[in-house]
């Protein structure tokens, strides 16, 4: 398995200095987040030239993309707004192309919606995860969607039954194994079940309180057993990336430091693999 890093963490960065960054600091690879809020990400920021010297710097530095990350939610109610995240989506497939994401590129953005309302909007994920997965079949990209903690998929059997119901190998899960250990799973049995849907990762950190809030963290400062996780994704044959992320909460602080961040996710992640004798590569 290998390491990389996501960029939602860098807002402020543009990608041309994150690729030597994490390149120096030791990572695999890079998913490059494509959001209006991350300085110069957007497709149409991107002109011919820059796309060549990215993807000229990813070589480079012997970086590989795991995905590319869209902000934003697939469970959309309004059609129109749906609509223009397809076209978003097939514009994103092409900058990942341009990067050298050749074969089937995974990208992923938030299922959405409110755990509460599950049972209103369960049907209504199909058709849009299924929209999603038809682009796929003939753009040549999975979907993965990410569950999220208090979204309408948040815990392992939803997210086997939406999969299941859109039935498509162009329809997968966007696994961060945080969502579902604040969701009361195990990191090793959430693994077990999910790891066959599972197109694409994030792991960061979290800590639960008796009222049951949570806080999320960089990875190593929380409670979430990264070496459960990563001995359980080896032992199920996994052997692409494990991809750190660093939320909003954390990353939206004044006192956030982007590099120092990098660098400590990189160390504790690099730990458990070393704990849980999983060699890299």
Known sequence: MKIAYGTYAMPETPLEEVISLLSSIGYDGIEVCISPRHVGSMPADVDA????????LLEGHDLGIPALFMTGHMLN??????????????????????????????????????????????????SRFADFAELGKAEGFIMAGEAHCG?????????????????????????????????????????????????????????KHPDRS????LLGDGDLDATAYVAAMNEGGWNSYITLEVSARVWGRDDYDPVSAAQYSYESLS?????AAVPRG
């Open 77 to 126: 109610e309004d059609d129109s707004e749906h609509q223009s995240n397809l076209e978003h989506t097939r514009r994103t497939v092409q900058f990942a192309r341009d990067l050298g994401m050749q074969e089937n590129p995974v990208l992923s953005m938030g299922i959405g919606g409110k755990t509460d309302r599950w049972l209103d909007v369960r049907d209504l994920a199909v």
């Open 49 to 56: 030239s820059r796309r060549r010297n990215l993807r000229a």
């Open 151 to 207: 979204a309408a998929v948040d815990r392992s059997e939803r997210a086997l039954w939406l999969v299941d119901s859109v039935n498509s190998p162009h329809a997968r899960l966007h696994f961060d194994i945080v969502h579902f250990y604040l969701s009361g799973e195990k990191e090793d049995e959430a693994v077990h079940r999910l790891l066959p849907i599972t197109a694409h990762t994030h792991i960061t950190d979290a800590r």
């Open 271 to 275: 730990s458990a693999f070393t704990a």
């Open 214 to 217: 949570f806080d999320l963290l």
